[in-house]
């Protein structure tokens, strides 16, 4: 079932020993799905592992098997009623005929839609209540659709070329077809030649004020895309003075987000705020609801930078009525992916992922290459935190080949640093090291302290990994120092807590408590759960290290608190092993092997063998 995340694999177990339960006596089991495509996987694995038999039906399933002398009651049925037409009319009859069931000794599964399954649950309550397995399944496989289409690109070049065939060329005529192509360029992620045509169309501005601050704008936007700050600076400085002096207050509002946005980018978010600041002043005495909405969206990634996940959601939420209001599919794309990345930070996973999801389906349809790019990492991202691992690296590959097409070097270097950090996961700290160290070289280009810093941090978590003690404290402290100047307080803890774990490794545990405790202060008044959780657990390791258990099953069993129903099962399943290990110092078996067995479970759902094979060995000597 590779359509499955983790955490549906553990649910999927559970079917499978409602099956065996109910294979001995009688029972429904219900199935509920979100494609066609995941209820045909589900028939095949069902009809291969448990034997289960397909069947004609029509509307009435129950009263089929109970008079139909042509089907055994000793045999276990399947049937998939997933976008039938009458599928409500189906389970309108499974809730009439349900005493067939226990008379008839019928044993059942269904197959249905998630909705279907929710309308069971309110109209069909008394057969609901009698299921022996119940549960909604969603379909998480990796589908790699979209088709890029650079349609408009070729015809403004064909225009732009018919034109110059001509025997007499206008300069004006010139300049609007050369910035035609620089537009649709950049609309297809194609900078370099954005940048090329750009340049071409000052030749032809004629001299007019107006004109030039137009390409010098779209020059500074596309070298912001493009990762070279200093250069987009140059530009839409320019930008500001000859706006200033021609009086263009909404040019000069745009130009002055724009280097907000530049400004953000590099990481000087005190210099960001106040540039959008001035730029909401005159957008609003300009009424300009596209440019106000935009400026909404850069304060809030401030806020959401600065751990204020609230006032963040606010200023995105703001963004979003006014995109709506316009009409403007495309911000509100960007506005999805914006609030996504707020619930991921703040641990809750589901609800990012059904934003991020909204945002690419956006994206697809409106061919932007870029925002595609964005969506696959922040997706490949969730499915990380959620535990499958090999579907996150085809996200996070696939957004780095686009990346790479587009020469964004911040991306492509956060993408190395996101693919790294699986590769620690999976235990292959070669590889982790190799797309490390790239992330670095690329990071060193750029005039971004945050990306440095992000680079520097993985490097630590590598070198850690490895043990070289030495390098990654070096690293942690680099990055530290970094997250601290740009007043980032999760990004600093992480930093903290790795630092911390390195001085346990060194059994220095004094060191390793005081930064581990200053750590899990930040994370509980920025108030982000899964971080409280790995860092609760991460004291009790050291507790367990100094040989100080009852402390260390303490925070361990509070850290386990923190995990339920955050799907964020890679720390949980970290924790059980911890309290397992606990237990078995403490030579309580039973609760040891229970724990071991627990984590044991998450580690299967994952896939890590190395894991499961250590867990097997504990228990094998407890």
Known sequence: MKSLLPVDKIALKRLESSIKRVSSSAGILLIGVDTKELAEEFSIYLNKNHKLLTFNFGNEILSTLAYDDYYNNTDFFLVNIYSKNNEREMINHLQFQRDFIPEKKIKLVVILSNPNLEYLK????????????????????????????DTKLQNAIKKYEDYCKQDVQHQHILYELISEIANEANSSANYKLSLKYLEKSLAHTENQKEKIAQVYSNLGT?????????????????????????????????????????????????????????????????????????????????????????????????????????????????????????????????????YYKESIKKEIKLNNKRGIAISLDNIGGIYHKLGDFQTALKYHNDSLQMHTEMQNKAFISNNLVNISTIYLSLDDSSTALTYAQKSLDIAKELNSQKILANSFNILGEVYLKLKNFNKALKYFRNAK????????????????????????????????LKYQDNALKI???????????????????????????DKALKFATEALSFTKNSG???????????????????????????HFLLSR????????EKKIKEINESIKIL
């Open 481 to 512: 120092k970094i997250y601290k100047r740009l007043t980032l307080q999760r990004n600093m803890a992480e930093s903290i807590e790795y630092i911390a774990k390195v001085y346990k490794e060194q059994k220095d545990f004094k060191s390793a």
């Open 523 to 549: 994370y509980k008044i920025i108030d982000t759960k899964t971080d409280i959780a790995a860092s609760l657990n991460n004291l009790a390791d050291i507790y367990f290290d100094m040989t100080l258990t």
């Open 568 to 594: 964020y099962i890679v720390v949980e399943a970290r924790i059980l092993l911890n309290i397992a290990e606990i237990y078995k110092t403490l030579e309580n078996k039973k609760e040891a092997k229970k």
């Open 222 to 354: 596309v070298y912001n895309t493009f990762g070279e700050y200093q250069k987009a600076i140059k530009y839409l400085t320019k930008v500001l003075k000859i706006q200033k002096k021609l009086k263009d207050n909404l040019s000069e509002s745009f130009a002055l987000y724009n280097m907000g946005k530049t400004y953000f980018n590099i990481g000087n978010y005190k210099v960001s705020l106040n540039y959008q600041k001035d730029a909401l002043k005159i957008a609003k005495k300009l009424h300009n609801k596209k440019l106000i909405a935009s400026i909404y969206i850069m304060i809030g990634a401030l806020y959401s930078l600065l751990s204020q996940s609230d006032v963040s959601l606010q200023y995105y939420d703001k963004a979003l009525k006014l995109y709506k209001e316009l009409g403007d599919e495309s911000n509100i794309a960007i506005t999805f992916g914006n609030i996504g990345v707020i619930y991921d930070e703040i641990g809750k996973y589901y609800q990012a992922l059904a």
């Open 601 to 608: 479970h998450l580690y299967e759902a994952m896939e890590l």
């Open 122 to 149: 309110v109209e069909a309550g008394d057969l609901y209540s009698t299921a022996k397995f119940s549960h909604s399944f969603i379909d998480h496989s990796y589908k790699n659709e979209f088709m890029l289409d």
